[in-house]
């Protein structure tokens, strides 16, 4: 017998904008992706499988990295991975998708001082992470409703009711709709790139 064992190991490695060196950020065994800065640049999470279970980890400069959600933070069995996690822009809590065992996916949020994970909104339909306003009070994100992918933005307050920017819109795989660093737009990817006013006007 014969066959062919794949195994996957990414690795996070940080890019200089100005000379284009790549340096080598974080690298075990195991992988470690979906990274994302706090828009301050002092902190990074990412997910990662170093521990067997997915879990999402915090880097800060001069710490020890520790993780900062598991799945041991849900019931017991019910989580199947995080996807996307992102930080607020002061880098003081992360909203990520926990998608569960049996289907559907949720919007949680974690106070990176700790505590225990707050669902951002009901929504248990399929959804996707997405970016915060430069304020820090609003997230906007994809969801699947009827087969059909809908943008929408929810306040970061937790429990909060999500509100429709945009019904039927194109999306391109995991590629996340971002907020512009003014609040003023918001870059959508799918069918060409496209600008929509946080209104959906």
Do not use: C
């Not at 170093?50 to 710490?63: A, D, M, Y």
């Not at 002061?90 to 990520?96: H, L, Q, T």
């Not at 999500?162 to 990817?189: C, H, M, Y």
Request: no cysteine; hydrophobic share 35%; proline share 8%.
């Amino acid at each position: 017998l014969i066959f062919v064992e794949a195994v996957i190991d990414w690795d996070l490695v940080s890019i200089d904008l100005t000379s284009a060196v790549v340096t080598p950020l974080l690298s075990t065994n195991r992988s470690e992706d979906m990274p994302a800065w706090a828009a301050n640049g002092s902190a990074l999470v990412y997910v990662t499988d170093r521990n067997g279970s997915p879990e999402i980890w915090l880097h800060k400069p001069g710490e020890s990295e520790r993780p900062l959600v598991t799945s041991r933070d849900f019931p017991p069995g019910t989580t199947q991975w995080f996807i996307g996690p992102t930080l607020s822009p002061d880098g003081n809590r992360a909203i990520y998708t926990r998608t569960q065992r049996g289907g559907g996916s949720q919007l949680w949020m974690s106070a990176l001082a700790g505590g225990s994970p707050v669902p951002l909104s009901d929504e248990k339909r399929l959804v996707f992470a997405g970016s915060w306003s430069p304020d820090g009070g609003w997230l906007v994100y994809w969801g699947d409703h009827d087969g059909k992918t809908q943008l929408y933005k929810v306040k970061t307050t937790g429990q909060a009711q999500p509100e429709l920017v945009k019904a039927d819109v194109r999306r391109s795989g995991f590629w996340v709709p971002v907020w512009s660093p003014t609040g003023e737009w918001i870059l959508n990817q799918g069918g060409g790139v496209k600008l929509i006013s946080p209104d959906g006007k």
